[in-house]
């Protein structure tokens, strides 16, 4: 059974840092491409970063600067470090792990990211 469950989400001032995490079972996570995207209220879910299993990543505009994506294959864990949070960053933030060749994708159930004064 394969599970991504993440955590570390919460509520934080403007201008905060929270570190999220990801850990995954029941998959070889080495070869999976991972992601962190979110969906905030009345808006599509959209992608944040990823990190590909060859070790590139790549961010959405909005977040580039404050936001780093790494993922720890000993531990089967993908993080996200956010930076200088902003209000437009509340969303709910989700898990993802993706092998394209095989056509296998996966999701999390979702922690939720409220940056409010």
């Known amino acids: 059974q394969v599970q991504l469950v993440e955590s570390g989400g919460g509520l934080v001032q403007p201008g905060g840092s929270l570190r999220l995490s990801c850990v995954v079972s029941g998959i070889i996570f080495s070869f999976y491409d991972m992601g962190w995207y979110r969906q905030a209220p009345g808006k599509q879910r959209e992608l944040v970063a990823a990190?590909?299993?060859?070790?590139?990543?790549n961010y959405a505009d909005s977040v580039k600067g404050r936001f780093t994506i790494s993922r720890d294959n000993a531990k089967n864990t993908v993080y996200l470090q956010m930076n200088s949070l902003k209000p437009e960053d509340t969303a709910v933030y989700y898990c993802?792990?993706?092998?394209?060749?095989?056509?296998?994708?996966?999701w999390g159930q979702g922690t939720a990211v409220t940056v409010s004064s």
């Open positions: 990190h590909t299993s060859g070790r590139s990543t």
């Open positions: 993802n792990a993706k092998e394209s060749t095989i056509g296998r994708e996966y």
